[in-house]
């Protein structure tokens, strides 16, 4: 009977290791912002991660997001259009890349995008990284008011792990549920809450004694 129970109990920990390791980081990922010189929504970008950081701090966990460095170079848009599609019909990978995301300058890079498509995060990539594509803000619904900050944090939430939620009082919901970016529309600059057990759930993913490992 205990030599049953052990094996039950190896192979829970062994099933809880394997999504550990296709949903976390297991290092503190660096992140590069690619975009236009100048794009207004490079400080949305540095919001979102101090969010998540002031979050993951607010419930103990032990992993942050590594610190925000920009780059300034043309955006590959047809290839966010492609990867977009592609995360949309299977969004947990594995993914085809395409050539002109294939060298990447952060462990999650995100691209402020210039044209009109599905914003997305990516699963796990090869190297373990991360893409976050961002779509422009041009267009409605992100040209509204607060639209795009959610957005920005909503993306990176997949990005850490967090899936979505049918509720449009918070920051995770979408897909299947009827949410779409317009639900954030706020004429005062706020960001939208974690469920509670979206916070268990990043809780269960980093925990308190979470510490980057060697690559």
């Known amino acids: 009977m205990r030599c049953a129970i052990a094996i039950v109990l190896i192979a829970t ?4 290791g394997a999504a550990h390791a296709q949903f976390a980081w297991w290092y503190a990922p ?3 912002v690619v975009s236009a010189e100048h794009d207004p929504r490079l400080p949305l970008v540095d919001e979102a991660v101090a969010y998540w950081n ?3 701090a607010e419930i103990g966990s032990g992993f942050r997001l590594g ?3 920009r780059r300034v170079q043309p ?3 047809g290839a966010l259009h492609s990867l977009s599609l592609a995360v949309l019909a299977n969004p947990r990978g594995p993914l085809p890349v395409p050539e002109a995301l294939g060298e990447l300058p ?3 890079t995100v691209f402020l995008g210039q044209s009109d498509y599905i914003s997305f995060a990516t699963p796990f990539l090869p190297g373990s990284k991360r893409i976050v594509g961002i779509r422009t803000a041009s267009l409605l619904p992100l040209s509204l008011p607060n639209v795009a900050r959610n957005l920005i944090a909503h993306e990176l939430g997949h990005a850490i792990g ?3 939620n049918a509720d449009p009082t918070r920051l995770m919901c979408g897909r299947p549920a009827p949410c779409r970016p317009d639900i954030f529309h706020s004429n005062e600059p706020r960001m939208f809450p974690l469920t509670d057990d979206e916070k268990d759930r990043l809780l269960a993913l980093y925990p ?3 510490k980057p490992q060697l690559r």
């Open 208 to 210: 308190p004694e979470w």
């Open 106 to 108: 952060g462990d999650l």
């Open 75 to 77: 955006i590959p848009e």
């Open 13 to 16: 920990s062994l099933a809880a």
């Open 67 to 69: 610190p925000v460095a």
């Open 162 to 164: 967090l899936g979505h």
């Open 30 to 32: 660096r992140v590069v």
């Open 54 to 56: 002031r979050t993951l």
